[in-house]
């Protein structure tokens, strides 16, 4: 049963991570990688990733996580963090980033 909530866990932090769909595709395009590229990488189509970009679907499970790690790693990678806060030195490639409100006040226009 613990497995299971954790996992459960696990996915409520990573839905309220994931950034609004226009984020997800600024993320990738200001790190200069295609939609196939990024589609290849995480194992689904390129509609699919399509998808999660527009907001026309939400992936969920393993997507899920696969797809906020990639969104994490390329945002550092061409931003040093703009959408997503670097993690302490200790923590897990899963561990949340920020929240959903976090994620929406740092994108508000100043």
């Known amino acids: ?46 509609q699919c990733l399509s998808f999660w970009e527009c907001g026309k679907r939400t992936p969920s499970g393993d997507n899920l996580v696969r797809y906020v790690d990639l969104l994490a790693r390329l945002d550092h990678l061409s931003h040093a963090g703009a959408f997503f806060p670097l993690n302490e030195p200790d923590a897990g490639p899963h561990s949340p980033r920020l929240t959903k409100t976090d994620a929406h006040d740092a994108h508000e226009p100043g």
């Open 1 to 46: 049963m613990n497995a299971t909530v954790a996992q459960l866990e696990e996915t409520v932090v990573l839905r309220r991570v994931l950034p609004e769909p226009e984020i997800r595709r600024r993320i990738r395009r200001r790190a200069l990688v295609s939609l196939t590229e990024c589609a290849q990488v995480l194992g689904v189509s390129r």
